[in-house]
């Protein structure tokens, strides 16, 4: 391997209490968060990366394939194939944090209060954000989302309501908003069970949303803040009744 390759090791100090294929993909997945390893970088073939971490092939696969399940590394196959560093994708990393949050959210370790309380700190500043940013743009957006109509396939029409949510964190113009707050949303609509939620209660978050859309198109940050806020507040006994959790999970 080239010295100034970036993807080079000292020969691993294995440590009994992980296994080594654990140790070599935390090395590497080191190497691509700090930017040692940049998106589309081709990283050195499994004979070459055994003999630097010190490690059997089989090792360095499994490292691999763990670093692939994180979509951190792509592999492609042909004449100029290998494995490559994949380029951050925003949705599938949404999508992934929300798949791990439904499983923990039927256990123990984490609840409906605590997805509550999460949604509760963010979102009423998001609402401030945007009202602070809010160009011709995204008051659009906003008031469209607010309005949206409801799907046929979903007479619930929770979407819609999450639609708004997000376009709310969005409209923030920071993407962290975003990633930490699509997640929780995603787990409370599917964890809703639709049936027991009545038209006067969509009609009312209805209301809620057109007067927060409203306090962001004029700028009112104050006014947004605190509306967001008391309309999540409100929502809690509907996913109290209405969502699907473990018993020993709600009171988290």
Known sequence: MPADDPARAARLQVRRDRPAYQQVADELRTQIVGGLLPAGARLPNEAELSRSFAVSRSTVREALRSLASQHLVETRRGVQGGSFVAAPDPQR???????????????????????????????PAAARLAAQRADPGTVEAVRTAARAPHDPRDPSGFVPHLDFHTTILMATGNLMFTLMGRPVSDVLRTSLDRAAVDQGEWAAVDADHAAIAEHIAKGRADEAESAMRQHLESLRPLYERAGRWDDTATSG
């Open 93 to 123: 990393l949404v999508a992934a944090l929300a798949e791990s949050l439904g499983l923990l959210v039927r256990t123990p370790r984490l609840g409906l209060a605590d997805l509550l309380e999460a949604r509760l700190l963010l979102e």
